[in-house]
T-cell receptor, first 114, second 113 residues
């Protein structure tokens, strides 16, 4: 079946602009996660959704970052007033539900802030 | 707090030789442990996980890992490396009852022909 998909695959923007990154999870997966991977580092947790609600947003670095999942499927990560330090690969993952379930990752969106 | 250490930035091995990629973890509770592989310009692919039970876990592409509670380790192994195994490998831990993964920095595995 179809895996996790993310769009766009690449996004180049200018400092101060607003961007939206989209994630389509595997059908039937109720849990959805956003991670950020900087060059030479492992992915770092940003936010976790269970259904439509954000169950844990403790990884969001500041209030410029926000994510939604209004219908419990597709999620959008929104970044306001982008900064050069936001440049990274943003990864989305989904899992069936519980903490023992495997998270399956999408290919990521490479964000470059000029 | 939970953390993962991958002490080697890079592991070099000749094709056909056994390989080991090391991982140690620190959690205050029962850990769930995972290995993922990342090929260039691609997302993370799941290899295997330890939840409970047998300490030796077998996964995709002939990889296996052994959970060692006393040494807080979860090293990834394969009896005979392939050139196509060359990639970036990440170890991750999740605390029982929680859902988020904490990743190590990754280890680049290079298998030479």
């Amino acid at each position: 079946g179809a895996g996790v998909s993310q769009t766009p695959s690449n996004k180049v923007t200018e400092k101060g602009k607003y961007v939206e990154l989209r994630c389509d999870p595997i059908s039937g997966h109720t849990a959805l996660y956003w991670y950020r991977q900087s060059l030479g580092q492992g992915p770092e947790f940003l936010i976790y959704f269970q259904g439509t609600g954000a169950a844990d947003d403790s990884g969001l670095p500041n209030d410029r970052f926000f994510a939604v999942r209004p219908e419990g499927s597709v999620s959008t990560l929104k970044i306001q007033r982008t900064e050069r330090g936001d440049s990274a690969v943003y990864l989305c993952a989904s899992s069936l539900a519980g903490s023992t379930d495997t998270q399956y990752f999408g290919p990521g969106t490479r964000l470059t802030v000029l | 707090a939970q953390s993962v250490a991958q002490p080697e930035d890079q592991v070099n091995v000749a094709e056909g030789n056994p390989l080991t990629v090391k991982c140690t973890y620190s959690v205050s509770g029962n850990p769930y442990l995972f290995w993922y592989v990342q090929y260039p310009n691609r997302g993370l692919q799941f290899l295997l996980k330890y939840i409970t039970g047998d300490n030796l876990v077998k996964g995709s592409y002939g990889f296996e890992a052994e959970f060692n509670k006393s040494q807080t380790s979860f090293h990834l192994k394969k009896p005979s490396a392939l050139v196509s195994d060359s990639a970036l490998y990440f170890c991750a831990v999740r605390l029982s009852g929680y859902s988020t993964l904490t990743f190590g920095k990754g280890t680049m595995l290079l298998v030479s022909p």
